[in-house]
């Protein structure tokens, strides 16, 4: 049986994800689990005069376990109140770090396609640090739609499908495609052209054209757009075609590459008002 994964921290966002998640499983029949992860304090902090702090007070140990007891009964309860749908309905607790708990779960778990919330992030933070959210798009093995307001898959009526149409992986396409059926979508593809990156508008149709001929892909519309950056053409464009969800592929790259590269994708999501669906290409 097929799996939707949904990452979910009892935040306003993650709620809208998991009703997005369950309009999917409502769609499929396909599994639903619900994964949440328990930070745990630091086994042991210092204050500024070298004594043992926080995790070792009595007063922390019992706010962790009625924490714990807290999202148990949380999710029980919601186990109950979807325990007649027409789909099978799982949760799941673990501790420890969140990216690292979601990323075991997603191999763990075999997910086809995670649902995960986002507030988006921007400046020094994004750079520095980066979100749950932004890791998971970097790292995933399967696709993951990012959810950011109230939404449900009946309300997705154009997608549209972002890239240079030089090499796109077989199974980023198949994973689309089969997106775009669950979902009864239209799909409105679009290439950026910018200053830095410029092609001519002949080349870079001929290259969408034969994308939809190798591929047997039928598109509304195909479109070569001018903006000044990757990004920003990518969220006019939407914006333009009022489109309800962005796809695109992501690269993956990590560590100082991606800081002097960046990746477009993730940019999109943290930016992005519209849920935005992507996955990794495989090298």
């Known amino acids: 049986m097929k799996t939707i994964l949904v990452p979910y921290d009892f935040s306003e966002e993650a709620g809208y994800a998991f009703e997005f998640a369950k309009g999917l499983a409502e769609k499929t029949k396909n599994k639903l689990e619900l994964f949440h992860v328990i930070e745990l304090p630091t086994p042991q902090s210092f204050n ?3 004594e043992v702090g926080a995790f070792s007070s009595e007063g922390t140990q019992i706010f962790m376990i009625e924490l714990i007891e807290k999202r148990k009964k949380q999710m029980a309860a919601l186990e109950e109140s979807l325990k007649n749908e027409p789909y099978k309905f799982e949760t799941k607790i ?4 969140p990216f690292a708990g979601i990323t075991k779960e997603i191999i763990e778990a075999k997910a086809d396609i995670v649902v995960m919330g986002s507030k988006g992030s921007s400046g020094l933070e994004e750079v520095l640090i980066g979100s749950n959210t932004e890791k998971v798009v970097r790292n995933a093995s ?5 959810i950011k ?4 898959p009946k309300d997705i009526h154009k997608v549209v499908f972002a890239s240079d149409f030089n090499e796109v992986p077989e199974e980023v396409i198949k994973r689309l495609k089969a ?3 669950t979902i009864d979508a239209e799909l409105h593809l679009v290439k950026i052209n910018t200053p830095s990156m410029f092609e001519g508008s002949r080349a870079s149709m001929e290259k969408i054209n034969d994308f939809l001929r190798d591929y047997k892909i039928k598109a509304s519309s195909t479109t070569v757009y001018n903006s000044a950056t990757e990004e920003d053409g990518i969220l006019e464009y939407a914006d333009d075609i009022d489109a309800d969800m962005i796809a695109m592929s992501t690269h993956g790259r990590t560590g100082f590459l991606h800081l002097l590269s960046g990746s477009i994708a993730e940019d999109v999501v943290n930016a992005a008002k519209r849920p935005v669906w992507t996955m990794k290409a495989k090298k």
Request: charged share 5%; proline share 5%.
């Open 149 to 152: 307001s109230a939404v449900l």
């Open 142 to 146: 399967c696709p993951v739609i990012t």
């Open 48 to 50: 500024s005069y070298g």
């Open 94 to 97: 673990v501790f420890g770090n």
């Open 179 to 181: 997106a775009i059926e």
